[in-house]
DNA sequence: TGTACATCAGTGAACGCGCGTTCACTGATGTAC
DNA sequence: TGTACATCAGTGAACGCGCGTTCACTGATGTAC
């Protein structure tokens, strides 16, 4: 999968001059991912990665300077991909002859989805994120990048948002989706169920609140 | 402050038996909390709080059997405060001649307010839910709790809400303003301020979602 | 094509630090007679 | 009221654990002649 994420960013890495040491880089990645995913971040710890990608310490050391050299790379990894899916996920051709009130709705059923797949992931970095600043620099260059295909997306559909302000609309309402569904990952991985909802019930409560806000009339 | 939370919560200390050791018992609370509000939890630890309270590790031990039970018995603490902030916030005699519109307003501008107040704490405590069942029990009780306080002053104005379910409405609008006043205190607290939006216009536009979801027609 | 040598990559025991927690002790408080 | 004794509260040095990181070393790879 590291692959398909383009360039290694060396920002955070020795550079690897040899084959072999590029393949431990991304199995020390995938299995840093693989930890998060199974057990949370708290349980990624370097005796845990290296087992995981069958690596050593010192090995792990020429390849980042730090710990948390290896979150960051990670982190920039994992943006990256969110960029590119919601690239094609937006792609205006998909969307030309669609009523703009069912774009809305397919957009809350596809971040939805989105998050309930990146939850692990997401609630990782979260908890970095208050504590080092690149993480913060990172999500909000993410944000912004997806803020911008959004209002590319809705750019001739202008008509169709009665909100008196549809740019600050459309950013408040991005706001409010991706608050809803993060804080619903949470408590959904804190195992408390009181607060459990449907994933139909959401998108059609999500939907409805959206397409109201932004002032969008059914088709 | 701890003075007027009623009762010590005894599930997670062992029980005071002289004045004295219920002054130094207050005492590591309030030091726990002022180091939350000034360094976040990363920097409670026990040391430093027992070092703020001026007491000791041992004195620290003869009052929590560790150190969950501090950040537990500081939560509950926490938890009560707003329930009973919200209590006297949402009395509903104070409501009784005031448009719905205008109750959701204020609502909203109470609750940005709020959480801005609150922000350092409910910052901490978000980091513990992830990791602890009983973090995650207290929130959802008090969120249940604020829940029922909201329902019950919008009891007999069931009228005004034009959403086809209002009960499911409310409690989604509930979950939809907390999270996103929720984010934007992570967001403040991670520095990076391409973020930043006006209080009054987030009170504006968050009124306005309320609103339009809910279907409350202007007054 | 073969060989020598420099560089790169990998190894895992060992270190040091900071934390939560324990423990043997001293001092303060309350109470029975 | 005074005194003796039991209990409660407080002290801080010391311990152990788990972590991130270092370091002296071995093995693999590529390249110059």
Same mark, same amino acid.
């Given at each position: 999968?590291?692959?398909?994420?383009?360039?290694?960013?060396? %920002?955070?890495?020795?550079?690897?001059?040899?084959?072999?040491?590029?393949?431990?880089?991304?199995?020390?990645?995938?299995? &840093?991912? @693989?930890? *998060?995913?199974?057990?949370?971040?708290?349980?990624?710890?370097?005796?845990?990665?290296?087992?995981?990608?069958?690596?050593?310490?010192?090995?792990?050391?020429?390849?980042?300077?730090?710990?948390?050299?290896?979150?960051?790379?990670?982190?920039?990894?994992?943006?990256?991909?969110?960029?590119?899916?919601?690239?094609?996920?937006?792609?205006?051709?998909?969307?030309?002859?669609?009523? &703009?009130?069912?774009? /809305?709705?397919?957009?809350?059923?596809?971040?939805?989805?989105?998050?309930?797949?990146? $939850?692990?992931?997401?609630?990782?970095?979260?908890?970095? *994120?208050?504590?080092?600043?690149?993480?913060?620099?990172?999500? @909000?260059?993410?944000?912004?990048?997806?803020?911008?295909?959004?209002?590319?997306?809705?750019?001739?559909? %202008?008509?169709?948002?009665?909100?008196?302000?549809?740019?600050?609309?459309?950013?408040?309402?991005?706001?409010?989706?991706?608050?809803?569904?993060? $804080?619903?990952?949470?408590?959904?991985?804190?195992? /408390?169920?009181?607060?459990? *909802?449907?994933?139909?019930?959401? *998108?059609?409560?999500?939907?409805?609140?959206?397409?109201?806000?932004?002032? /969008?009339?059914?088709?």
């Amino acid at each position: 999968m590291a692959s398909e994420a383009g360039p290694l960013p060396l %920002r955070w890495v020795h550079a690897p001059r040899q084959d072999r040491s590029k393949k431990t880089l991304e199995r020390l990645l995938d299995a &840093t991912e @693989a930890i *998060i995913r199974e057990r949370g971040v708290d349980a990624v710890t370097i005796p845990e990665v290296v087992q995981a990608a069958k690596s050593s310490v010192g090995s792990f050391y020429g390849r980042f300077p730090n710990k948390t050299a290896l979150l960051s790379c990670l982190h920039e990894r994992a943006c990256e991909q969110s960029v590119a899916t919601i690239d094609i996920a937006l792609d205006p051709d998909r969307w030309r002859d669609v009523p &703009t009130a069912d774009l /809305v709705r397919s957009f809350v059923r596809f971040a939805v989805l989105l998050f309930h797949e990146r $939850q692990p992931m997401m609630l990782a970095f979260n908890a970095a *994120i208050g504590a080092d600043p690149g993480f913060a620099d990172r999500r @909000a260059r993410t944000a912004a990048a997806i803020g911008l295909r959004v209002r590319a997306l809705l750019a001739d559909r %202008r008509g169709d948002l009665h909100h008196p302000r549809p740019d600050r609309a459309v950013e408040m309402a991005l706001r409010a989706l991706t608050a809803t569904l993060e $804080q619903r990952n949470a408590l959904e991985a804190s195992g /408390v169920d009181a607060v459990k *909802i449907d994933d139909e019930a959401l *998108i059609e409560e999500l939907s409805r609140m959206m397409l109201a806000y932004l002032g /969008v009339r059914p088709a």
